[in-house]
């Protein structure tokens, strides 16, 4: 089993910036993707981003060029820097993994998750 554990959330004025931590524990040699998940209310939930352990990256249009997935394999733990932050960022993030190095939840789905971190973005 993974535990995954979220941290960093908050509120924060749009235009302004948050770095969003997840930390993982348990059978951590099992994972290779993680990702970043966000839910709105009344949304459905959507990948953000996600990363492998062989660096591969993705990122969903409305946040390329504004938010950064990175991961620390030494200390088993995943980031996801978001600058310019925008009222529509406001959401539950999860942070989520999986087995597999598949970064399209389409092909594999993200297996392990935590409980979420808000963030709030005000106008």
């Known amino acids: 089993q993974v535990q995954l554990v979220e941290s960093g959330g908050g509120l924060v004025q749009a235009g302004g910036s948050l770095r969003l931590s997840c930390a993982a524990s348990g059978s951590i040699f099992s994972i290779d993707a993680m990702g970043w998940y966000r839910q709105a209310p009344g949304k459905e939930r959507e990948l953000v981003a996600a990363?492998?352990?062989?660096?591969?990256?993705y990122y969903a249009d409305s946040v390329v060029g504004r938010f950064t997935i990175s991961r620390d394999n030494a200390n088993n733990t995943l980031y996801l820097q978001m600058n310019s932050l925008k009222p529509e960022d406001t959401a539950m993030y999860s942070c989520?993994?999986?087995?597999?190095?598949?970064?399209?939840?389409?092909?594999?789905?993200?297996?392990?998750w935590g409980q979420g971190t808000q963030v709030t973005v005000s106008s």
């Open positions: 990363i492998n352990r062989g660096g591969n990256t």
């Open positions: 989520a993994a999986s087995r597999s190095d598949y970064l399209d939840p389409r092909i594999y789905e993200y297996e392990y």
